[in-house]
């Protein structure tokens, strides 16, 4: 499995970014996907899952301004980041897990990660 992710960068708050994870060896009709966040100092927390019969699910600081969505063709999946505060500066991660509707412990395969800071 092969993750890569791109579309970080620095912003203004209330601003927009567009993740996106080119993924091989997933195949997303058996994998969830998911958008991690790790933030200076902090844990890693799930920001954003897909299931692989393409449910979103986002975690309460998400809810309302991301968007997480798949192309199948493409094998890659977005995160469209919208009214950005500085709390969602960090590194993102995308990940994959074997199975319908995995949890967070589940998501064993891991990208380089891609820096995001919202400035304020």
């Known amino acids: 499995v092969q993750l890569q992710a791109s579309g970080g960068g620095l912003v203004q708050a209330g601003g927009s970014l567009r993740l996106s994870c080119a993924a091989s060896?997933?195949?997303?009709?058996?994998?969830?996907m998911g958008w991690f966040r790790q933030a200076p100092g902090k844990q890693r927390e799930l920001v954003a899952r897909?299931?692989?019969?393409?449910?979103?699910t986002y975690a309460d600081s998400a809810q309302g301004r991301f968007n997480i969505s798949r192309d199948l063709a493409k094998n890659t999946v977005y995160l469209q980041m919208t009214r950005l505060i500085p709390e969602d500066t960090g590194v993102y991660y995308c990940?994959?897990?074997?199975?319908?509707?995995?949890?967070?412990?589940?998501?064993?395969?891991w990208g380089q990660g891609t820096l995001v800071t919202v400035s304020s």
């Open positions: 990940a994959s897990a074997f199975g319908c509707e995995a949890s967070m412990a589940e998501f064993g395969s």
């Open positions: 897909v299931t692989s019969y393409g449910s979103p």
């Open positions: 060896g997933v195949t997303f009709g058996i994998n969830s």
